[in-house]
């Protein structure tokens, strides 16, 4: 259930994002989503690629502070309003949302969106109680 | 106290060099009542006797920073403790700071000196004193402030800081006279201009002391021209009492030291030999007035020269040029003396950034910047941005209690800064001086 995202910290340069995503290419890695959140001084890179095993290797080698990070992905319909029930019933539950953002790519008539909660088994539980479709590491990782 | 030509501050050489030599005497008779004299005279055989003239002083050893530490906070003194009347610390140290004491009668010479130093500027009774230097542990604040009273001029203690204030307190009792660091007057200067107040015109002033951070003759001229006054250079250190050790006549060529009170040498940094007047080297102070807390030729770290002309202005006492730089990498912000080693053990007390560092002072609006740029573990690092941030806090409130500047705190990626061996360069100083 709980998908592999890739945490990278940068120093507040452009830079480092070209180097990183060509350093990803150049082995072959596929970027699936990407976000950023930073302060004014430094960043932090968040990556879901199609194979974060590797992609922690690559970047480890060339001398970056790289982590796993589990995440929930799930799949929301691509209307009005969509969003906003899956977090009302989190907040409902207390859960709360570290971060969010959505994938680069959709699925059919839905959006997929990455969610970073601090107590993640609960969270599944409760988006399955929604009937929330959560989305495997498996399809991500050959999406 | 005699004023003017038969002043002190005019006595002939030899009379000088008399008074040097029976006040060492004396100093090393007090001296021996602290632990920390009685013990090196002691081993090195001292007695007052050895000194028949100035030159004597080469043979006793030197002071260092360290040995102020490592016999903190009373293995100085040389007086009851029931005799001291003051203390102040230095700033900008961690774990032992150097301690000061006073006796009443130190208070008393201080403040003196101080208003010898004023009067040598022209100043005196009627003219209207501020005192911008941080009052407290820091000596630029009260040792200036009991030498003003003696110089007969009216104190207002404002303290440092609160820009809002003191403008209104210029305004308001027509400040003649400020004490004040070169950074701060260059900031006061620009918000006086957003306010539309031209400092010329507007304000009384007349004279400024610039004193407690080093800086260039092109500042002192700006400064000089924006508020249509002259401005003096003082030099200090708490060690020696604070400010006033070295002051500037009209002439404002060089810092005459009151050679009454401290004799001075300039010695060669790596050898510790005695230099002849004119050359380079680091100032040695000893003082010969003071009773609490004799210090016996003191490093003090700072270079600078000797002037080996008589000044023009027909005072006997000798002149230093003023701060050429440190025989350590000590710098100053904000008016505190930090040294890089300080910063460090901040650092290596925390064990979520790597030991390589390095630290960037600015100029930001005249005001000194001190940006710490250090490298974050890779095991640290888990991939929450509140944790950087709560790192970046922890070091920051960290860097102020323990140094008493507040810095900006940089995280870096991993390898990010030059390795480099040996004595590395941690210390970027970007200010123009």
């Keep these: 259930m709980l998908v592999k995202q890739i945490s990278v910290f940068l120093e507040n340069k452009i830079g480092r994002l070209a180097e990183i995503t060509e350093l990803l290419g150049q082995n072959k890695i596929n970027i699936r989503a990407l976000a950023i959140a930073d302060t004014t001084e430094f960043g932090i890179l968040r990556l879901i690629v199609d194979n974060p095993e590797k992609a922690q290797e690559v970047l480890e080698d060339r001398g970056f502070a790289a982590k796993q990070t589990d995440v929930i992905v799930v799949k929301v319909a691509d209307k009005p309003g969509g969003l906003a029930g899956i977090l009302k019933e989190l907040k409902k539950s207390d859960l709360n949302v570290e971060y969010l953002y959505a994938f680069v790519k959709q699925s059919g008539e839905n959006a997929l969106v990455v969610f970073r909660i601090e107590n993640t088994s609960e969270a599944i539980k409760v988006l399955q109680g929604m009937g929330v479709e959560i989305i495997s590491p498996e399809e991500i990782y050959s999406l | ?433």
Excluded at chain 2, 258 to 265: P, R, S
Aim: glycine letters at 8%.
């Design chain 2, 1 to 433: 106290m005699e004023e003017g030509k038969n002043s002190i501050e005019f006595i002939r050489r030899e009379e000088l060099e008399k008074i040097q030599v029976n006040r060492l005497k004396k100093t090393i008779e007090r001296a021996n009542n602290s632990p920390f004299y009685k013990n090196i005279f002691k081993k090195e055989g001292i007695h007052p006797e050895d000194i028949r003239c100035t030159d004597d002083i080469r043979k006793l050893p030197f002071t260092t920073r360290e040995d102020l530490r490592e016999n903190f906070p009373f293995g100085f003194i040389a007086l009851p403790l029931n005799k001291i009347v003051r203390v102040h610390t230095s700033t900008g140290t961690t774990g032992k700071p150097k301690a000061i004491f006073f006796s009443k009668r130190d208070v008393d010479e201080a403040a003196g000196l101080i208003a010898r130093c004023m009067r040598m500027t022209g100043a005196g009774p009627g003219d209207v004193f501020q005192n911008m230097m941080s009052y407290g542990l820091f000596t630029g604040g009260l040792v200036f402030h009991y030498g003003a009273e003696k110089a007969g001029v009216l104190v207002i203690p404002a303290g440092a800081g609160n820009t809002e204030k003191q403008i209104e307190l210029m305004r308001d009792f027509k400040t003649t006279i400020v004490h004040i660091t070169p950074s701060y007057a260059l900031y006061l200067a620009d918000i006086l201009e957003e306010k539309g107040i031209d400092p010329e015109e507007e304000l009384n002033l007349r004279i400024v002391y610039l004193g407690a951070e080093p800086y260039s003759q092109k500042t002192r001229e700006k400064i000089e021209k924006i508020y249509g006054v002259n401005a003096f250079n003082c030099y200090g250190l708490s060690e020696m009492n604070g400010p006033g050790v070295g002051f500037e006549c009209p002439l404002k060529d060089g810092l005459h030291i009151w050679e009454d009170n401290f004799i001075l040498e300039v010695v060669d940094p790596l050898t510790g030999e005695p230099l002849p007047d004119g050359k380079e080297g680091e100032l040695v102070l000893t003082t010969i007035n003071r009773e609490a807390m004799p210090i016996i030729r003191y490093r003090t770290g700072d270079i600078t020269f000797i002037y080996p002309q008589v000044c023009g202005c027909g005072r006997t006492h000798r002149k230093i040029s003023p701060i050429k730089g440190r025989t350590d990498d000590m710098f100053i912000i904000k008016g505190v003396n930090v040294f890089p080693s300080e910063v460090e053990r901040v650092l290596m007390d925390t064990p979520e950034v790597a030991r390589n560092y390095q630290i960037v002072i600015e100029r930001e609006r005249s005001l000194d910047i001190m940006r710490i740029r250090v490298e974050i573990k890779k095991r640290f690092f888990d991939g929450s941005l509140e944790h950087l941030k709560e790192l970046q806090e922890k070091i920051k409130s960290k860097v102020k209690s323990e140094l008493m500047v507040t810095p900006r705190v940089e995280l870096l990626e991993p390898g990010t800064l030059p390795r480099t061996t040996g004595k590395s360069k941690r210390v970027i100083d970007k200010r123009r001086l």
